[in-house]
């Protein structure tokens, strides 16, 4: 049982394209956050959310709390934003640990 | 303003041999985490620690041992090296909403 779940595992994209990342999660949350991490690279916080909507740039997070779901989504997909993006849970049903889900590998081909 | 720092960045170790993985930070985070990453694949969680005395099983702890005697430093031991420990190593710390991550270990064991 994974209480983090995220789809697509894999995802291929041409330059330019509108890129959405979904996370679904079972456990009570204080927190969600989206990860990046670029290959060989370590891993670095784009969001953290506990309700509605946050951008930054091309990037945009929603969270809907009542259905345990977020999305991250891209706009006008590059090539550098080819990475892992993994979403994590900071769950309030075992005092604040955190949970991740299995990454989802995104490649914005050129 | 370090975060959380991970040493070493690479290590080659032999079948059999013993090695330790240091982790520390400096933000007075609760929470400290060790996750393996293996090709891709998503982050498994070894070990973690809510406090300074208090370490607890991950989804992954078989071969491996923590310890926390401060809040500060999160070591991660190696006991015996398999080449089904070649991976790379992540160390993390939260507290509340908050978490960060070190730059990872690549470990080999041949």
């Known amino acids: 049982k994974n209480e983090v779940e995220q789809s697509p595992q894999n995802l291929t994209a041409q330059e330019g394209e509108f890129i959405t990342i979904n996370c679904s999660y079972s456990?009570?949350?204080?927190?969600l956050h989206w990860l990046q991490q670029h290959p060989g690279g370590g891993i670095v916080s784009l969001f953290m959310?506990?309700?509605g909507k946050k951008k930054h740039g091309r990037l945009i997070a929603t969270i809907n709390i009542q259905e345990k779901h977020s999305s991250l989504h891209i706009t006008a997909s590059h090539p550098r934003d080819s990475a892992v993006y993994i979403c994590?849970?900071?769950?309030?049903?075992?005092?604040?640990?955190?949970?991740f889900g299995t990454g989802t590998s995104l490649t914005v081909i050129p | 303003n370090a975060g959380v720092t991970q040493t070493p960045k690479f290590r080659i170790l032999k079948i059999g041999q013993s090695m330790t993985l240091q982790c520390t930070q400096d933000?007075?985070?609760?929470?400290m985490y060790w996750y393996r990453q293996d090709p891709g694949m998503g982050l498994k969680l070894i070990y973690y620690s809510v406090g300074a005395g208090i370490t607890d099983k991950g989804e992954v702890p078989n071969g491996y041992n923590v310890s926390r005697s401060t809040t500060e430093d999160f070591p991660l031991r190696l006991e015996l090296a398999a080449p089904s420990q070649t991976s790379v190593y992540f160390c993390?710390?939260?507290?509340?909403?908050?978490?960060?991550f070190g730059q990872g270990t690549r470990l080999t064991v041949v």
């Open positions: 959310l506990s309700s």
């Open positions: 994590a849970v900071d769950s309030t049903n075992t005092g604040n640990q955190f949970y």
């Open positions: 933000m007075n985070h609760n929470y």
């Open positions: 456990v009570g949350i204080s927190a």
């Open positions: 993390a710390s939260s507290r509340l909403t908050e978490a960060f």
